[in-house]
């Protein structure tokens, strides 16, 4: 019973996340709201954060022993993927603009739009040339680097789904934003995974 609740929780705070930024909300939201929807990437980051405190602290109140865990000759497995994350975190934010993200530029702008640099236009410099979504592939190195019970097995599996449903879920709001423009570099770029430049990198030698 205690892994179905689980189930729910996440699969409930993944719906709501990717649900509250769906075009179809958000437009309804900015013709209720008119000038106060500038307040909305602040409120959802707070809800967010709300809501997966309350789904975490269930989470942890379930866990086991592990059965597996990262020893021996796996650790240096696990120490590059965690410092893979870091770097790729590291790479995203140089091109990110926190405070786009946390919403304070949209107050003081009263501009949206599906990007959060700075600039709000395709970059491919850095980073952003290797993976268009750095924040969902650091994420995915970072959570399967822990140790595994049966409550992270569930939790991981939820949002490695999540994360690729929720990034296609992006593209096509940045392909209805951008069009052409995106629709090239996704050509160019992969989406999670560095297929792309990977094959670029070998092609060269």
């Known amino acids: 019973m205690k892994f179905l609740i689980l189930i729910a929780l996440w699969t409930a705070f993944c719906f709501l996340h990717s649900f509250m930024i ?6 309804f939201l900015k013709n209720k709201t008119g000038p106060y929807y500038r307040f909305y990437r602040l409120f959802y980051n707070f809800f967010s954060i709300l809501i997966l ?7 942890y109140s379930i866990q086991e022993n592990p059965f597996f865990t990262w020893h021996g000759y796996l650790l240096p497995i696990r120490y590059l993927l965690l410092l893979g994350s870091l770097w ?3 790479a995203g934010s140089r091109h990110y603009s926190m405070r ?4 304070l530029n949209q107050i003081n702008e009263g501009v949206n739009h599906g990007l959060i640099n700075n600039s709000g ?3 491919k410099g850095g980073i952003m040339g ?3 979504h750095p924040f969902y ?8 680097a822990g140790n595994l019970d049966t409550t992270r097995l569930i939790i991981n599996s939820i949002l490695s789904i999540y994360l690729i449903v929720g990034t296609l879920l992006e593209e096509q709001k940045l392909v209805a934003e951008f069009g052409d423009v995106y629709r ?7 989406m999670l995974f560095p297929w792309k430049y990977i094959k670029r990198q070998i092609k060269s030698l």
């Open 121 to 123: 236009m395709i970059e």
């Open 137 to 144: 592939s650091g994420s995915f190195l970072l959570i399967w």
């Open 53 to 59: 405190a309350t789904v975490l602290i269930y989470s």
């Open 88 to 90: 790729i975190f590291y």
């Open 184 to 190: 090239d570099y996704q050509k160019d770029v992969s």
């Open 130 to 132: 290797i993976v268009r």
């Open 100 to 103: 786009t993200f946390l919403g």
């Open 22 to 27: 769906t075009p179809a909300f958000t437009d």
